[in-house]
């Protein structure tokens, strides 16, 4: 299962009344340092679940010698802590829009 974050960021929609931006003005935006930082993680989870998926599937693991069997081993690592980040970033989010509905600050 991909992990993927779709569209970045989004346009703000201006109120009635205010003159919308053009299309060039809007494409120049650059994503936000959160959306960024998650579309990161997104690609080192999808390239751990390739390589997982490699190593289930017989991707030649049977003949590996112990440095290939050590980088493996590194590469699922690398794979859990994605995989850990993902999990926080969103426990996190999910935390901070509670309090913003919540009427906190």
């Keep these: ?13 201006s109120p ?5 931006r053009s299309a060039p003005a809007q494409a120049k935006a650059e994503p936000s340092a959160f959306a960024t930082t998650l579309e990161s ?20 693991s ?3 010698d112990p440095g290939q069997w050590i980088a493996l081993q590194a590469g699922i690592y690398r794979y859990v802590e994605a995989l850990d ?21």
């Design 41 to 60: 993680v997104a690609r080192r989870v999808d390239a751990g679940e390739s390589l997982i998926r490699r190593a289930v599937h017989g991707g030649g």
């Design 16 to 20: 009635p009344g205010t003159p919308a």
């Design 1 to 13: 299962m991909p992990f993927r974050v779709e569209g970045g960021p989004r346009a703000a929609v």
């Design 62 to 64: 049977a003949g590996l």
């Design 85 to 105: 980040l993902a999990a926080k970033l969103v426990d996190r989010a999910g935390n901070a829009v509670r309090t913003l509905l919540q009427g906190g600050h």
